[in-house]
Protein backbone atom coordinates (compact mmCIF):
# COMPACT_ATOMS: atom_id res chain seq x y z
CA UNK A 1 0.00 0.00 0.00
CA UNK A 2 1.11 3.39 -0.92
CA UNK A 3 1.80 6.42 1.91
CA UNK A 4 0.50 10.27 1.52
CA UNK A 5 2.37 11.95 -1.63
CA UNK A 6 2.24 15.71 -1.85
CA UNK A 7 3.63 17.80 -4.63
CA UNK A 8 5.27 20.01 -5.24
CA UNK A 9 8.26 19.46 -2.02
CA UNK A 10 9.26 22.64 -2.42
CA UNK A 11 7.54 26.16 -3.92
CA UNK A 12 8.62 29.94 -4.76
CA UNK A 13 5.89 32.73 -5.31
CA UNK A 14 5.44 35.94 -5.18
CA UNK A 15 2.71 37.88 -3.44
CA UNK A 16 -0.44 38.33 -4.85
CA UNK A 17 0.14 35.20 -7.04
CA UNK A 18 -2.13 31.83 -6.56
CA UNK A 19 -0.63 28.44 -5.90
CA UNK A 20 -2.22 24.88 -6.37
CA UNK A 21 -1.02 22.37 -3.60
CA UNK A 22 -1.62 18.43 -4.26
CA UNK A 23 -2.31 15.53 -2.12
CA UNK A 24 -2.65 11.66 -3.10
CA UNK A 25 -4.55 9.65 0.15
CA UNK A 26 -3.23 6.66 1.78
CA UNK A 27 -4.93 4.08 -0.30
CA UNK A 28 -8.76 3.81 0.35
CA UNK A 29 -8.49 6.32 2.75
CA UNK A 30 -11.99 8.93 2.25
CA UNK A 31 -10.80 11.80 4.64
CA UNK A 32 -8.10 14.37 3.93
CA UNK A 33 -7.14 16.87 6.24
CA UNK A 34 -5.16 19.93 5.13
CA UNK A 35 -2.74 21.61 7.70
CA UNK A 36 -0.08 24.76 7.89
CA UNK A 37 2.66 24.28 9.83
CA UNK A 38 4.45 28.12 10.10
CA UNK A 39 8.48 27.79 11.06
CA UNK A 40 8.67 27.05 14.34
CA UNK A 41 4.77 26.61 14.99
CA UNK A 42 3.13 23.35 15.23
CA UNK A 43 0.51 22.36 12.68
CA UNK A 44 -2.78 24.50 12.37
CA UNK A 45 -6.06 22.63 10.64
CA UNK A 46 -7.05 24.58 7.75
CA UNK A 47 -9.71 22.25 6.76
CA UNK A 48 -10.89 18.62 5.68
CA UNK A 49 -13.08 16.95 2.92
CA UNK A 50 -14.77 13.76 3.03
CA UNK A 51 -16.44 12.18 -0.19
CA UNK A 52 -15.44 15.51 -1.94
CA UNK A 53 -17.45 18.06 0.62
CA UNK A 54 -15.94 20.45 3.11
CA UNK A 55 -16.64 18.66 6.54
CA UNK A 56 -15.43 21.30 8.94
CA UNK A 57 -12.96 24.66 8.43
CA UNK A 58 -10.35 25.71 10.47
CA UNK A 59 -9.90 29.63 11.49
CA UNK A 60 -8.48 30.19 7.33
CA UNK A 61 -9.90 33.39 4.89
CA UNK A 62 -11.38 31.63 2.15
CA UNK A 63 -8.60 32.21 -0.13
CA UNK A 64 -7.52 29.31 0.91
CA UNK A 65 -10.07 26.60 -0.56
CA UNK A 66 -10.17 23.11 -1.30
CA UNK A 67 -11.50 19.85 -3.42
CA UNK A 68 -11.54 16.31 -2.95
CA UNK A 69 -11.61 14.29 -6.38
CA UNK A 70 -13.43 10.96 -6.59
CA UNK A 71 -9.97 8.98 -5.90
CA UNK A 72 -9.20 10.88 -2.56
CA UNK A 73 -6.58 13.12 -4.04
CA UNK A 74 -7.36 16.35 -3.04
CA UNK A 75 -6.14 20.20 -3.72
CA UNK A 76 -5.41 23.13 -1.89
CA UNK A 77 -5.90 26.13 -3.37
CA UNK A 78 -4.21 29.45 -2.13
CA UNK A 79 -5.28 32.73 -3.94
CA UNK A 80 -3.68 36.67 -3.20
CA UNK A 81 -0.85 34.85 -1.78
CA UNK A 82 0.72 37.16 0.96
CA UNK A 83 4.08 37.08 3.23
CA UNK A 84 2.86 35.13 5.87
CA UNK A 85 1.96 32.33 3.89
CA UNK A 86 5.12 31.10 3.85
CA UNK A 87 4.87 27.78 5.48
CA UNK A 88 5.01 23.93 5.90
CA UNK A 89 1.60 22.50 4.30
CA UNK A 90 0.62 19.09 5.49
CA UNK A 91 -2.08 16.85 4.09
CA UNK A 92 -3.21 14.02 6.45
CA UNK A 93 -5.67 11.15 4.61
CA UNK A 94 -8.15 8.54 6.84
CA UNK A 95 -10.56 6.24 7.13
CA UNK A 96 -14.06 8.47 8.00
CA UNK A 97 -15.04 6.27 11.01
CA UNK A 98 -10.95 5.88 11.68
CA UNK A 99 -10.21 9.96 11.88
CA UNK A 100 -8.23 8.89 15.17
CA UNK A 101 -5.74 7.30 12.75
CA UNK A 102 -4.76 9.79 10.35
CA UNK A 103 -1.16 9.44 8.08
CA UNK A 104 0.72 12.98 6.93
CA UNK A 105 2.52 13.51 3.95
CA UNK A 106 5.48 14.88 3.44
CA UNK A 107 4.45 18.33 3.09
CA UNK A 108 5.31 20.73 0.66
CA UNK A 109 7.12 24.16 1.72
CA UNK A 110 5.60 27.47 -0.07
CA UNK A 111 7.87 30.30 0.27
CA UNK A 112 6.32 33.78 -0.58
CA UNK A 113 8.14 36.36 -1.92
CA UNK B 1 -12.86 24.31 23.15
CA UNK B 2 -9.66 22.40 22.63
CA UNK B 3 -5.82 23.47 23.61
CA UNK B 4 -2.63 21.68 24.37
CA UNK B 5 0.18 23.59 25.99
CA UNK B 6 3.88 21.79 25.77
CA UNK B 7 5.52 23.00 28.20
CA UNK B 8 9.25 23.82 27.27
CA UNK B 9 10.19 24.76 23.66
CA UNK B 10 13.48 22.99 23.89
CA UNK B 11 14.62 19.98 25.85
CA UNK B 12 18.01 18.74 25.90
CA UNK B 13 19.33 15.85 27.02
CA UNK B 14 22.36 13.32 27.37
CA UNK B 15 22.36 10.03 25.47
CA UNK B 16 20.80 7.36 27.89
CA UNK B 17 19.01 9.76 29.56
CA UNK B 18 15.48 9.75 30.65
CA UNK B 19 13.23 11.66 28.16
CA UNK B 20 10.74 13.82 29.60
CA UNK B 21 8.46 16.00 27.28
CA UNK B 22 5.24 17.45 28.92
CA UNK B 23 2.32 18.35 27.60
CA UNK B 24 -1.45 19.31 29.01
CA UNK B 25 -4.35 19.85 27.61
CA UNK B 26 -7.66 21.41 27.80
CA UNK B 27 -10.86 19.98 27.04
CA UNK B 28 -14.63 20.06 27.01
CA UNK B 29 -15.21 16.72 26.25
CA UNK B 30 -13.06 13.38 26.77
CA UNK B 31 -10.45 13.30 24.64
CA UNK B 32 -8.20 11.78 22.18
CA UNK B 33 -4.36 12.58 22.37
CA UNK B 34 -1.86 12.09 20.21
CA UNK B 35 2.04 12.80 20.22
CA UNK B 36 4.17 13.11 16.88
CA UNK B 37 7.62 13.28 16.08
CA UNK B 38 8.88 15.18 13.06
CA UNK B 39 12.32 15.23 11.49
CA UNK B 40 13.93 17.48 9.44
CA UNK B 41 12.42 18.66 6.49
CA UNK B 42 9.36 15.54 6.83
CA UNK B 43 5.95 15.63 7.82
CA UNK B 44 4.57 14.25 10.82
CA UNK B 45 5.12 10.60 12.16
CA UNK B 46 2.49 9.15 14.99
CA UNK B 47 4.70 7.99 18.00
CA UNK B 48 1.32 6.60 20.09
CA UNK B 49 -2.18 7.90 20.86
CA UNK B 50 -4.61 7.20 23.41
CA UNK B 51 -8.54 7.12 22.78
CA UNK B 52 -10.16 6.20 26.36
CA UNK B 53 -8.68 2.85 26.55
CA UNK B 54 -5.33 2.19 28.26
CA UNK B 55 -4.31 5.38 30.45
CA UNK B 56 -0.52 4.09 29.90
CA UNK B 57 0.13 3.75 26.30
CA UNK B 58 2.92 2.52 24.36
CA UNK B 59 4.11 3.68 20.81
CA UNK B 60 7.02 3.15 18.90
CA UNK B 61 10.65 3.41 19.47
CA UNK B 62 10.45 2.84 23.07
CA UNK B 63 8.21 5.76 23.71
CA UNK B 64 5.50 6.40 26.06
CA UNK B 65 2.72 8.49 27.36
CA UNK B 66 0.51 8.45 30.02
CA UNK B 67 -2.86 10.12 30.15
CA UNK B 68 -3.78 11.54 33.59
CA UNK B 69 -7.24 13.24 33.74
CA UNK B 70 -6.98 15.33 37.41
CA UNK B 71 -3.87 16.61 36.04
CA UNK B 72 -4.90 17.40 32.21
CA UNK B 73 -1.15 15.89 31.61
CA UNK B 74 -0.15 13.23 28.46
CA UNK B 75 3.50 13.57 29.17
CA UNK B 76 5.85 11.88 26.71
CA UNK B 77 8.73 9.53 28.41
CA UNK B 78 11.44 7.43 27.29
CA UNK B 79 13.69 5.98 29.93
CA UNK B 80 17.41 6.09 27.54
CA UNK B 81 17.41 8.90 24.83
CA UNK B 82 19.06 7.65 21.74
CA UNK B 83 21.12 10.17 19.36
CA UNK B 84 18.19 9.04 16.79
CA UNK B 85 15.49 10.59 18.81
CA UNK B 86 16.48 14.18 18.04
CA UNK B 87 13.43 16.14 16.26
CA UNK B 88 10.35 18.43 17.03
CA UNK B 89 7.98 16.40 18.88
CA UNK B 90 4.23 17.71 19.00
CA UNK B 91 1.32 17.01 21.23
CA UNK B 92 -2.06 17.25 19.71
CA UNK B 93 -5.89 16.75 21.17
CA UNK B 94 -9.13 15.88 19.16
CA UNK B 95 -12.42 15.56 20.51
CA UNK B 96 -12.87 11.74 21.30
CA UNK B 97 -15.76 9.08 20.95
CA UNK B 98 -18.29 9.44 18.39
CA UNK B 99 -17.49 12.97 17.31
CA UNK B 100 -13.80 12.19 16.62
CA UNK B 101 -13.34 14.00 13.51
CA UNK B 102 -9.81 13.90 13.54
CA UNK B 103 -9.33 17.69 13.25
CA UNK B 104 -6.32 17.69 15.74
CA UNK B 105 -5.49 21.28 17.56
CA UNK B 106 -1.41 20.92 17.80
CA UNK B 107 1.09 22.23 20.61
CA UNK B 108 3.48 24.45 19.37
CA UNK B 109 6.33 21.82 20.04
CA UNK B 110 9.35 20.51 21.83
CA UNK B 111 12.77 20.54 20.30
CA UNK B 112 14.32 17.48 21.65
CA UNK B 113 18.38 17.35 21.75
CA UNK B 114 20.55 14.65 22.61
CA UNK B 115 23.90 15.29 23.51
CA UNK B 116 26.53 12.68 23.00
Known amino acids: ETGVTQSPTHLIKTRGQQVTLRCSSQ?????VSWYQQALGQGPQFIFQ???????GRGNFPPRFSGLQFPNYSSELNVNALELDDSALYLC????????????FGPGTRLTVL | AQSVTQLGSHVSVSEGALVLLRCNYS??????LFWYVQYPNQGLQLLLKYTSAATLVKGINGFEAEFKKSETSFHLTKPSAHMSDAAEYFCAVTKGGSSNTGKLIFGQGTTLQVKP
Open chain 1, 27 to 31: SGHNT
Open chain 1, 49 to 55: YYREEEN
Open chain 1, 92 to 103: ASSFRDRADTQY
Open chain 2, 27 to 32: SSVPPY
